[in-house]
């Protein structure tokens, strides 16, 4: 809000220098409305990017629908990362790999987005595959001791273990955990690599796409 506010008053500032600077030079401020009057449709449809920018930055200033320090996605580009500054035209996003995106607020403003810390808390989705011959019970158990030693855990929050999907090559089991938004990356990277060696020490597979050719030998005819 304060690099909002900012902007808007470094705006108001130059017009007011620009008004002052006309005066000197006898050119009243009513004749200068009446020029920019004239000219508003040419100059909206050459600005009409700029304008939807500047909109989309007033509008994120009054709705606060994110903030500095919030992790967000945009849903129809896909760009997510860390908000490190929010300007009138654009907001600025740092990514996992530290690596900094300049997003136009009219994308943010006029599409959908997801606000991944807003909240205290998130949950962890981890879905992994096994085959159809392992034995799901057994796979599930061991899944949810896996979760169930994980230390970040919210205390009082259920851990969901279930068959999610029955795909083509495996059965999907789910795992649900719910942990403190802080944590969240840390917590289903650990999982995800726990789970694989849980998996691999109690002999239950997790099958890859494979794909079987078969052809059949054509037979060579007799020459008449």
Not at 11 to 30: E, M, P, Q, R
Not at 137 to 153: D, T
Request: charged share 25%.
């Amino acid at each position: 809000m304060k690099q909002h506010l900012e902007a808007m008053i470094r705006v108001v500032l130059y017009c007011v220098l620009i008004l002052i600077v006309l005066g000197k030079f006898c050119i009243t401020a009513s004749s200068v409305i009446a020029i920019i009057g004239s000219a508003g449709l040419s100059i909206g449809l050459t600005l009409q990017g700029t304008l939807s920018n500047f909109a989309g930055g007033v509008l994120i200033l009054m709705v606060h629908p994110f903030k500095v320090g919030d992790y967000i996605k945009e849903d129809t580009s896909g760009n997510e990362g860390k908000v490190m500054e929010i300007q009138l035209f654009y907001t600025k996003l740092v990514t996992l790999d530290n690596k900094v995106i300049v997003v136009p607020n009219a994308n943010l403003t006029g599409s959908s987005l997801t606000n991944m810390t807003q909240q205290d808390r998130s949950r962890v989705d981890i879905k992994v595959g096994i085959s159809y011959h392992a034995d799901i019970r057994k796979a599930k158990e061991v899944i949810s001791r896996v979760a169930q030693e994980e230390p970040k855990l919210l205390e009082g929050e259920p851990v969901k273990v279930f068959v999610d999907e029955l795909a083509e090559s495996s059965v999907v089991i789910g795992l649900m955990v719910w942990v403190k938004t802080d944590d969240f990356w840390e917590v289903k990277w650990r999982l995800t690599e726990n789970v694989k060696y849980a998996l691999d020490e109690n002999q239950i597979e997790i099958p890859f796409p494979q794909v079987t050719v078969s052809y059949e030998k054509a037979s060579k005819s007799k020459p008449e």
